[in-house]
């Protein structure tokens, strides 16, 4: 079974790219982070025509919004609101044999200092949340599968320069700290770092601003397919699909798949 993330930056203008996806990757379920529109806008008979007739989705006009598109029927469906915040960052479904939880984790803003920047102490608040949440609803062998834009790099070669990205958000010793303490919660695997060494660059988003982002590949690690203990002997692979960054009008982001024998 193939799970794809992507932080697809407005589900309407990119729907041909998904279609791209389905078409080169035939992902079992797609969760997608960045929607950006509300559920009646949704294109949601493009991806019934090609075989996603279980979805579930939760969005908002020209921000935020995340959706589970899937070949697979549900058991059940959640929306999950954070912080006390009703914008559309946290969906969830169940399946037969694991629980999928979608996130889009704040962006953060520019300013690393939760004192003067009211999005960056809602980033950590909402990854506070989200470590005593999953550790007080769940154990650590529920079967779980956590997916989504984090935007945390969490280690060093998740970022084109660990010393230059130290004071960005983003890669910000207190964001890497409290993501290790979500990933702690349930003793999580990082499907990406399970298959590719940590002294090995990995990267899944390339900035807008350069022009030529191959060239100056100045990536970073912010899309996760996080799984619990008992799903671990039944992953078989990860795949970044970078050629995506050259597509037509494309997300900043590119689709991260997961592969399980389920």
């Known amino acids: 079974m193939k799970i794809a993330t992507w932080n697809i930056n407005s589900v309407r203008l990119r729907a041909g790219l998904i279609q791209k996806l389905i078409a080169e990757e035939s992902p079992d379920i797609i969760c997608l982070q960045e929607t950006k529109t509300p ?3 949704f294109p949601s008979e493009i991806f019934k025509e090609q075989g996603y007739a279980h979805q579930h989705f939760h969005g908002m006009k020209s ?5 589970i598109l899937s070949r697979l029927p549900f058991k059940t469906t959640d929306i999950h609101h954070r912080v006390k915040r009703e ?3 946290h969906i969830a479904a169940a399946f037969p044999k694991f629980e999928l939880h979608n996130l889009y984790i704040p962006a953060g803003g520019d300013e690393p200092d939760p004192a003067i920047n009211d999005k ?9 949340e989200m470590s005593k949440w999953f550790k007080d609803r769940y154990t650590p062998e529920t079967p779980l599968i ?3 834009d984090f935007n ?5 070669n998740d970022v084109w320069s660990h010393k230059q990205l130290l004071g960005v958000v983003s890669h910000t010793p207190i964001e890497v700290e409290k993501l290790a ?10 499907t990406s770092r399970h298959f590719v060494p940590e002294e090995e660059k990995c990267y899944t988003w390339w900035s807008y601003r350069n022009k030529d982002w191959k060239k100056s590949n100045r990536g970073r690690r912010l899309d996760h397919i996080w799984i619990t203990q008992p799903l671990v002997k039944t992953l078989k692979s990860q795949k970044i699909i970078q050629d995506a960054r ?4 494309p997300s900043d982001h590119v689709p991260l798949i997961a592969t399980l024998d389920l």
């Open 146 to 148: 956590a997916v989504g």
């Open 87 to 89: 914008d559309c960052r």
């Open 181 to 190: 303490n979500m990933k702690a919660s349930l003793n999580w695997t990082d």
């Open 63 to 67: 921000y935020n919004g995340v959706a």
């Open 39 to 41: 559920d009646e806008h």
């Open 152 to 156: 945390i790099a969490p280690y060093e």
């Open 246 to 249: 050259d597509w037509e009008k």
């Open 120 to 128: 960056f102490a809602h980033k950590l608040a909402f990854v506070d």
